[in-house]
């Protein structure tokens, strides 16, 4: 069998493998990674009730309820509508768009409510990501290689299984994003009217599918007016069909125009803890190993864990720009370009918006978020698969084995990352290792006890995220505050009423943290001993608990 035939059974057998076990990660285990903020508040969308609604029922009478009273505020209920879900976007977190929201509602409805069914649904809409993948790579390079090559990537990536799975917006964005791509190209040859239409609609959704399109749709416009050499007939029908597009999604330009504070406030732009230049350029340098190859490491990572990250950082890095450049000088520029602005414009955009607003300290800017560079990764992935390719295919009979196994091992490595997320309950998608770690000792010690109270000075963001977490008959005592609502409650310095009746519980846990005056209260409670339960070894955090003497 010549090395052509061999190759190419050997890609056939590697695509159907890959895409198998992608999508066999993708639809297995949701039940077994510990639920993020973002996705509790998701959970909450499907109910149709508003944080303000939580709020309000707490606050307004302090009492304790079980977490079964409060897994209202995180399944669907019958008096609340498709509409009740969009109107608590428009008023709480309006730079969400609703399309995924609506779609995960009916989905809920229909499959079930667990984090499980909703991070199921998920993982299904992000199946489309394979074809529209393979559609795109073959608009763009011609090479039905490439395009396998690309699809096989796509499925092996952790940074796409961890999205996948994910209970928020991300998979179906992802998905839109390749499709809309994949039809500008084919529109753009063809020239047809219907194309433009077609363009139009794709773009439309993908805005509903998350309001970071707009950004992907400045990279096509640029694209073609680049292309085009700003030539009016070839421009203007996508000019109209972009205008199009924006009409259609102009009923949440209007709420994001009339929410512009909130907006600001919930995409973390109005702290006062502002980034350097320097600071975001650190964070930026470090970007395509986060998408590549994050290895969540813990911040009290040890001299080796640090060096294998930096050094991971680093090859990443100079991977990328090695990729790149092998792209830009081998392929026409309407193909190199394209992939170009589908990074490059997303990235700007953002980078843009961290320079002028100063960069939100607790996120380390937009641009250093991964799921909002989800158009970069898209782009990094066509370009990868392109030098896989051409490598593979030009030179001697031993370099081409030689990029065939470098192509495997890529594969490999990714699939074994990818494995090690989807066993683990913990992945980089849920934030600071070792805090999680911390979390789910807590929820252990808790679930564990003889009717227990958990007495918290918690935002409502992390009562639901406590719901989650807890078994059904722990009783929750707390006056929340508001994340992403506009109620005057503080949670600060919140004790339990003099006349709280305690007999009926055994242990009352103060977590996650005491004030002061709480501390203050648990101290005057005779009939309990004040304790701290050691949480982690590695770290000085305990819980504390009042038991019953």
């Known amino acids: ?297 813990p911040p009290e990572a040890s001299f080796v864990e640090r060096i294998l990250q930096y050094s991971v950082t680093g090859l990443c890095l100079v991977f990328v720009i090695y990729t790149l450049y092998i792209l830009c000088r081998t392929t026409a520029k309407e193909v190199w370009f394209f992939v170009l602005t589908l990074i490059g414009a997303t990235a700007v955009g953002l980078v843009i918006q961290d320079l002028t607003l100063g960069g939100h300290a607790a996120t380390g800017g937009m641009s250093n978020i991964p799921k909002y560079l989800t158009p970069c990764f898209l782009g990094l992935i066509l370009a990868i698969a392109h030098l896989f390719s051409v490598h593979i295919i030009q030179g001697s009979s031993w370099k081409h084995q030689l990029w065939q196994g470098g192509f495997a091992a890529f594969v490999l490595t990714q699939l074994l990352l990818s494995l090690s997320i989807w066993q683990s309950p913990i992945a980089p998608i849920n934030g600071r290792f070792e805090d999680i770690q911390t979390s789910m000792a807590a929820f252990e010690v808790i679930n564990q006890a003889e009717k227990p109270l958990l007495v918290t000075e918690s935002s409502a963001w992390d009562v639901m995220y406590l719901i989650q977490n807890l078994k059904p008959e722990v009783q929750i005592l707390t006056r929340p505050s508001c994340v992403s609502c506009n109620l005057e409650v503080s949670s600060t310095g919140f004790v339990p009423a003099v006349n709280q009746k305690l007999d009926q519980y055994r242990h009352i846990f103060l977590y996650p943290s005491a004030s002061e005056p709480l501390l203050a209260w648990a101290k005057q409670q005779t009939a309990f001993q004040l304790n701290e339960t050691p949480l982690s070894p590695s770290q000085p955090t305990k819980l504390m608990s009042l038991d019953r003497i």
């Open 1 to 297: 069998m010549s090395f052509k035939n061999s190759f190419r059974v050997t890609t056939i057998g590697l695509m159907v493998i890959a895409i198998a076990l992608g999508v066999f990660l993708r639809l297995t285990h949701l039940d077994t990674r510990i639920s993020t903020h973002d996705e509790v508040f998701t959970a909450l969308r499907v109910s149709g009730y508003t944080e303000a609604d939580l709020v309000a029922d707490l606050s307004t009478s302090v009492r304790p309820v079980d977490v079964q009273y409060l897994q209202k505020y995180q399944r669907p209920n019958a008096e609340k509508t498709v509409l009740n879900t969009v109107l608590g976007l428009a008023q709480e977190e309006p730079q969400l768009t609703p399309l995924y929201y609506v779609l995960i509602k009916g989905w809920a409805q229909f499959a079930g409510s667990s984090m499980a069914m909703l991070r199921s649904g998920s993982a299904i809409i992000s199946l489309f990501a394979f074809p529209c993948i393979y559609w795109l790579s073959l608009e763009l390079f011609n090479s039905h290689l490439t395009a396998s090559l690309a699809t096989v990537l796509l499925a092996a990536s952790p940074f796409s299984l961890m999205y996948s799975q994910d209970a928020r917006h991300y998979g179906l964005w992802t998905v839109c994003i390749l499709f809309s791509s994949a039809v500008l190209l084919k529109v753009s040859r063809s020239g047809r009217r219907m194309g433009w239409v077609l363009y139009a609609f794709s773009m439309a959704v993908s805005l509903y599918a998350g309001l970071l399109s707009v950004l992907v749709g400045v990279g096509h416009f640029i694209y073609t007016g680049v292309m085009s050499r700003y030539r009016l007939p070839k421009i203007l029908p996508h000019a109209f069909a972009l205008a199009a597009s924006f009409v259609i999604f102009s009923p949440w330009i209007a709420v994001v125009a009339t929410q512009g504070s909130q907006v600001q406030k919930m995409s973390g732009q109005v702290s006062a803890n502002k980034l350097s230049i320097f600071e975001l350029a650190r964070s930026w340098v470090r970007q395509p190993g986060r998408l590549l190859y994050d290895l969540n490491q």
